[in-house]
Structures are given as structure tokens and as C-alpha cells.
């Protein structure tokens, strides 16, 4: 029953929550401002900067103990909170990119309602990083997804993007009914949906493995949905062509993040022994069911298949889906690891994979500004055409493959020196060979930016002040983070601390 | 056998048999129709399971909202409605196949959730859910009940903004 | 015989492989939404029944409130993008859709 205790507990929770409140607020406010002001070109993406920019600065203000809010359906802690900032950051960088886009504003399309969703998906991914309650993460995941569904066919008079929308929504609402008939299993099995709950049931009782089998595997299939991990990737080219560059940016980013957050506090909290976390170092599982095995296969899979698959594409949409597809099983890799060194390189990786991937995706865009598609074709001899572009986009693409000096290297070494601490030692080599496969495919643009060059050498191409100010943004951290990374460090090893309940 | 036993016997073979012409039938409109009696089966197997909000629920958004929702898009996608359309591209051999790898896992699950050892407890009889679940849904599940609340807002702002007809 | 939760669970295991089939072999979106329907109502019997055996825990009942609202929410916006679709296309059968294949 309401009581004096509830109330205060409430007050503190709505006090932690408020990144999330202003979040709402923005939403609201964006709407009723599109509705007076129809118009506008681009009001109501000032109005979503100003609210995230806010949004961001309690959030990084928030002090960093751990607490679990609203009754424990949500843990507020640094994990999360690096999460958070993280999906962000992307989400500015988002909104700024798109104000640039050429392909969205085109025929005088109305934008109000795209910045707007954009902020409701944000929310959406704030509840999946701090989500700890099945049924919570259920529906933050389709929070998350019913508003990428419709951004993925915003354009929706264009035939790809209404395709691509069909594509992701039917798969996606599958994928979401196994997820909820995994959960519903789960709940049979431990009778609670809270996260640290079904940890003391599975202490207290004996679980039955295979069922127990059944129903991580239909969850995790809900949640590698969302972070492309093959066998559940099908979607992800299609997806990632059809939709808006800045969408699939968003997607290959943020939705990921969210992803991969409540996927590591789902497996740590819910199946490794909490009772034995003085020692940092150490997770122990319970139960008889090897989920490290389970996340290793994924992950082999997915960076596999991304990269063999990516070595035959031609669309700079499709190539950068497939890699974004291999990038996702080399963070995968940082989960099998399964301890605070292994999260802390998912960190790190997650931070330098969001600079460097909205970069590439962000020179896509420019220059499809330009030439009105993203074939690989389109680029020969764009090394000349735009000189400044192109050296960002060979940026990136050394950072994408994991070459020093760029940050793309620090990422890829957090993640193999974590994996070599393991006994996965074969996983390591898997992911060695694979960056020697994505090689190739970066070097293929490269090649066609700068030693292909035919038609006519005259033209130059000229790009507004504010695309190169956003190129700068992204491209200097990939190169500064590349050399002088301690704080990234620091931070990522102090965010590793999951909460696990009192 | 008890009355009860009579009921759910009843609501099973209602719900299989309607689910089966739900995923079998040629014709769309006969899907739908068949849905109706399967959605109206689960309401009456909520019953029998002691959840009489549930029951309600079932039969005011499935029935009165999804399931005309459904109705709706088969119209509107259609011009001339209850003719057949062409529902099936894949080869006997493919329906086939597919037909018993469903058979196989429906038995491999049947199976192994019959081994299971479920976490089961005695329960106290209740004349009606409706107060607890408006209490948990007001205490414990508040952040969930405002998640639902902004979802279905994106939902409405999303499905107007997609569906509605091209102005320019 | 009294009825008890085996019973329950099978009437659910069968429901969700109708829907699975539904959703495989169907190629009409709208029919794969159907399915997507029996998988739902599958896993909210198994949620009443685990919470009717579980003592009663109103848990499961919430969590088969959220699943309805979002399958109300989820077909909404389902139709409206195949209701775009049809426009754009004039027909809604999934395979038939190939601007973008590799």
C-alpha cells in the first residue's frame, strides 16, 4: 500500500530520473511548437538540441553512486550512466548531421516530427541502459523500435526507405514476440522479472537447465536483434540501405549501445553470482548453463559473417552495414570475457566505434549530398574532387580497421589484451584474422577515392562551413584519442561498476 | 470430469482449431474471422485462470482494437474485399517442411516443459484481481505504466505521420 | 484429471508454433501480423497461468497488460507502414518487395 516510505523513495527516484524527465519535456514541448509553427525548417531541431544539450548536462552532473530506482525496476549506476552519455553524444551529432542532410529536407518534407521521434528513441535507450526488469526492458526495446520503424521510412514516399520500414517492423515485432515468450519463461521458471530476483532464484532453487537454455536464447535473440548479431542480422543491409543516412548512423550507433547495455547487465545480474563480488575480477557463474560458450559462437559468427559478406558490396550503405555487423562481434568479443576488464573494453570500444562510425557515415552522407547515391563507383577520384573529405574518410577508415594511430586501434587493443587475459585464446586469433579480412574492403574505398581517377578532374566540390566543422568534430577524437587515451581509460574502468541490488 | 475440466477442454479446442484456420486458411477474411474466435478462446482460458481484468482486457483491445485494426488493413488494401488473395509463394515441399519442423519443436517443448520443475506455490483464492493489479500497477510498475504512456504517444505520432496521404 | 499448469503450457507450446508457422509461411504482411498475434496470446497464457500456480503472483497479470498495449501499439504502427507500402506499391506480399536485394 502507498505509504509515507514509497512516497520518499518515489521523490529520490524522480529526482534520479530527471535526465529522462527533461527528455519527455523536450518531446512535448518540440510537439506542440510543430504544431503553431508548421513551417519551420529548422526550429524544432534547435528546440531538441537545447533539450538534449540539458538533458546531458544533469546527466553528466549526476553524482556516481548507484541506487536502484522506482521500486528497483531501474538501477542507476555508472554503467548506465556511461551508456547514457554515450547515446547522447550520438544523438546530438545526429540531430546536427541531419540538418545537413540533403536527402531529408527534399520536395520541402516537413522535419518536425523526425527530430521528434529522434528525441522519444533517445528515451527509449535511456530506459535500456539502466532497464532492470524484463518487463521494463520489453518495453523500452519498443519504445526504442517503434520510433526507429518509423524513422527507418520517414523518407516514405521513397520506395527503399517504405520498403526498409516494412522489413524492420515485421522482423522486429517477431523478434520482440519471441523475446516477451522468453521472458514469459523466465517468469515461470524464477516467478519474479526483476533482474537481482531471478539472480537469488536461481541461487536458491534448483533451475532446469534446458529451459532455462530456451528462454536466454529467445531473449537473446530480442536483444541481438537490436545490436545485428548473426543469425538475427537478416534485417540489417536492407535496413541500413532503405533508411536515411543519418537513421542508419543512428541505428548502426545508438541502438547498438542500448543494446549491448542491457545485454551485459541482463547476463551479469541475472546469472553470475553476486553474493561473491568482493573480488572485482572474478564472476562466477551459477546454474549449469554456459553463457560465455553461448556469446562466444555469436560473436565468431557475427564478426565472421560481416566481414566475408562485406568484401562483396558496393553500396557505401550496405559495405558500412556489414562492417557495422563485424564491429558489433568484436564488442561481442569484450562480453564473452565476462569480467570488469571485459566490460571495461566493451567501453572503450562502444565510445571510439560511435567517433569513428558516425564520421564514415557522416562523409557518406556529404557526398551523397553531391552525387545523389552511395555507389562505391561514385567515389573514384573523389580524393581529388574533395581533398579535405576524403583525408577525414582515410581517418576513419584506418581507425574502422584498428591501425595505429587512431582510436579505432585503442578499441581493438582493450578488447584483444581483454579476451587474451581469458582462456578464449581461439577467439582472439578469430578476431586478428577478421580485421586482416576487413582490411581489404577499407582499402577498396580508399583505393577508389584516390588512385581511381577518371572523368573530368575540373570539378571541385564545395560543402557548407557546417558539414566541415562537424567533420572536424569527429575526426580530430579519432585521431587524439588515438594517441593520448588515458582519460577514455579512466573513465571506462570507472564505469564499470554494475549495480546489483542491496 | 468437472465442469471446469468441460471449460477448458472447450476454450483448448476453440483456440487450436481457430488458430489453425488462422495460419492455414487461403483467404484473408476467414483469418481474421478465425482470430476472433481464437482471441475469444484466450479470454475464456483467463478466466479459468482466476484473471478476470485480463479476461476484459482481452475482449476490449484485442477483439475491439487489434482485431478491427486487422480488419481494416485487409480492407484498405484491398479494393474489393473477401476475395482471395494470393497468400502462399512458397513450394508445397517448403509449407511442408516447415509445417513439421513446427510439429517437432511444438513436441521437443511440450516435452521438456512437462520436465520442468516450474516455480509453483499454493495460491490464495480471490474474488478479483482488479485491486492488486491497479495497486502494483501504481506502485511498483509506475515507471513502467509512464514508459507505456510515452510509447503509445510515439505510436500515435508515428502511425498518423506514416500513414496519412501525401499532401505535396 | 484436474486441469493444472502442464495443460495450460502445451495449449500454449501449440499456440506459439501455429503463430511460428503462420509467420514463416505466410508472405502476406498482414497475415504475418496474425501470426505475430498467436505468439503474443501464447506467451500471455503462459504469463496468467505461471502467475495462477505461481500463488497468485499479480505480476504475471501486469506483464500481460503491458504485452496487450503493445500489441495494440505495434499493430498500429505496423499498419499504417503497410497501409504506406500498399500505396506505394499496390500490393503488401513481403517476398514480392525486392528493390533491395544484394
Keep these: ?502 | 470430469m468437472s465442469l471446469i475440466d468441460i471449460a477448458f477442454y472447450f476454450f483448448a479446442i476453440l483456440i487450436i482449431a481457430s488458430a489453425y484456420i488462422v495460419v492455414t486458411s487461403k483467404n484473408i477474411m476467414y483469418s481474421a474471422f478465425a482470430l476472433l474466435f481464437t482471441f475469444f478462446g484466450v479470454a475464456g482460458i483467463y478466466v479459468l485462470l482466476n484473471a478476470d481484468f485480463l479476461a476484459i482486457t482481452q475482449i476490449v483491445i484485442y477483439i475491439g482494437g487489434i482485431l478491427v485494426l486487422i480488419i481494416f488493413g485487409v480492407m484498405l488494401t484491398n479494393r474489393i474485399t473477401g476475395v482471395d488473395i494470393k497468400t502462399g509463394t512458397m513450394s508445397k515441399f517448403q509449407i511442408w517442411m516447415t509445417a513439421i519442423l513446427c510439429v517437432i519443436a511444438a513436441i521437443g517443448l511440450i516435452l521438456i516443459f512437462t520436465q520442468t520443475n516450474w516455480n509453483t506455490a499454493l495460491s490464495p483464492t480471490k474474488a478479483s484481481t482488479i485491486e492488486d493489479i491497479g495497486t502494483l500497477l501504481l506502485t511498483d510498475y509506475l515507471i513502467g505504466f509512464e514508459i507505456a504512456s510515452v510509447l503509445l504517444l510515439i505510436a500515435i505520432i508515428g502511425a498518423a505521420l506514416i500513414a496519412r496521404r501525401k499532401t505535396n | 484429471m484436474t486441469i493444472n499448469l502442464e495443460h495450460y503450457l502445451i495449449l500454449s507450446v501449440i499456440l506459439f508454433c501455429f503463430g511460428i508457422y503462420g509467420i514463416i509461411t505466410r508472405k502476406n504482411a498482414v497475415m504475418v501480423l496474425m501470426g505475430l498475434e498467436l505468439v503474443l496470446n501464447s506467451a500471455n497464457i503462459n504469463f496468467v497461468a505461471f502467475s495462477r500456480f505461481g500463488g497468485l503472483n499479480i505480476e504475471g497479470h501486469v506483464a500481460a497488460i503491458f504485452v496487450i498495449i503493445l500489441a495494440a501499439a505495434e499493430a498500429a504502427v505496423a499498419l499504417a507502414i503497410i497501409l504506406n507500402i500498399y500505396q506505394n506499391y499496390k500490393h503488401i506480399n513481403v517476398d514480392e518487395i525486392s528493390n533491395l536485394k544484394e
Design chain 1, 1 to 502: 500500500m502507498i505509504d509515507e516510505i514509497f512516497l520518499s523513495q518515489l521523490k529520490q527516484s524522480v529526482d534520479l530520473f530527471l535526465p529522462e524527465t527533461i527528455l519527455v519535456a523536450t518531446f512535448i514541448i518540440a510537439l506542440i511548437f510543430d504544431l503553431i509553427y508548421k513551417n519551420s525548417r529548422y526550429l524544432i531541431a534547435v528546440i531538441s538540441i537545447i533539450g538534449l544539450v540539458f538533458s546531458g548536462i544533469f546527466l553528466v552532473n549526476q553524482s556516481t553512486s548507484s541506487a536502484a530506482i522506482f521500486s528497483g525496476m531501474l538501477s542507476f549506476d555508472p554503467f548506465g550512466n556511461f551508456f547514457k552519455i554515450l547515446i547522447l553524444l550520438t544523438t546530438i551529432i545526429i540531430v546536427l548531421m541531419s540538418v545537413f542532410s540533403k536527402e531529408l529536407y527534399e520536395g520541402g518534407r516537413k522535419t518536425g516530427e523526425y527530430y521528434i521521434l529522434i528525441v522519444g528513441m533517445t528515451f527509449g535507450m535511456f530506459l535500456l541502459a539502466v532497464a532492470n526488469n524484463l518487463i521494463i526492458v520489453y518495453l523500452a526495446i519498443e519504445t526504442m523500435s517503434i520510433s526507429s520503424y518509423i524513422l527507418a521510412g520517414y523518407t516514405k514516399e521513397i520506395k527503399r526507405a517504405s520498403e526498409a520500414s516494412l522489413k524492420y517492423v515485421i522482423f522486429g515485432a517477431v523478434s520482440s514476440g519471441m523475446m516477451i515468450y522468453g521472458i514469459s519463461l523466465i517468469y515461470g521458471l524464477t516467478g519474479s522479472l526483476t533482474f537481482d530476483a531471478i539472480n537469488s532464484a536461481m541461487i536458491s532453487s534448483d533451475i532446469s537447465g534446458l529451459t532455462l537454455l530456451i528462454a536466454g536464447l529467445m531473449i537473446i535473440a530480442g536483444i541481438g536483434y537490436k545490436i545485428s548479431a548473426v543469425p538475427f542480422h537478416f534485417w540489417t543491409p536492407d535496413v541500413y540501405e532503405g533508411a536515411p543516412i543519418t537513421i542508419t548512423a543512428y541505428l548502426s550507433v545508438a541502438s547498438k549501445a542500448a543494446g549491448f547495455a542491457v545485454l551485459i547487465r541482463f547476463l551479469k545480474v541475472s546469472f553470475f553470482d553476486s553474493t561473491n563480488y568482493a573480488n572485482d575480477e572474478i564472476w562466477t557463474l551459477i546454474g549449469t548453463i554456459d553463457w560465455q560458450i553461448v556469446i562466444a559462437i555469436l560473436s565468431v559468427l557475427t564478426m565472421t559473417l560481416g566481414n566475408l559478406v562485406a568484401l562483396w558490396q558496393t553500396n557505401m550503405k550496405r559495405l558500412l552495414a556489414y562492417s557495422s555487423i563485424a564491429h558489433a562481434g568484436y564488442i561481442l568479443m569484450g562480453v564473452v570475457v565476462m569480467t570488469d576488464i571485459g566490460v571495461t573494453s566493451v567501453l572503450i570500444y562502444f565510445f571510439v566505434y560511435m567517433i569513428m562510425n558516425l564520421g564514415a557515415f557522416l562523409v557518406v552522407m556529404i557526398i551523397a549530398n553531391k552525387t545523389g547515391n552511395e555507389d562505391i563507383q561514385k567515389y573514384n577520384g573523389i580524393g581529388h574532387k574533395a581533398p579535405f573529405v576524403s583525408a577525414c574518410m582515410v581517418i576513419f577508415l584506418i581507425s574502422l580497421t584498428g591501425l595505429p594511430p587512431t582510436a579505432g586501434f585503442i578499441g581493438k587493443w582493450a578488447v584483444f589484451t581483454a579476451v587474451l587475459k581469458s582462456e578464449y585464446i581461439w577467439l582472439a586469433v578469430v578476431g586478428v584474422l577478421n580485421s586482416v579480412v576487413s582490411l581489404y574492403y577499407y582499402v577498396k574505398i580508399f583505393r577508389n577515392m584516390y588512385i581511381r581517377n577518371f572523368e573530368d578532374d575540373s570539378e571541385i566540390y564545395e560543402f557548407s562551413p557546417g558539414t566541415y566543422i562537424l567533420l572536424i568534430i569527429l575526426a580530430v577524437p579519432t585521431l587524439i584519442f588515438g594517441i593520448y587515451f588515458t582519460p577514455l581509460l579512466d573513465w571506462a574502468e570507472s564505469s564499470v561498476k554494475i549495480f546489483l541490488g542491496v
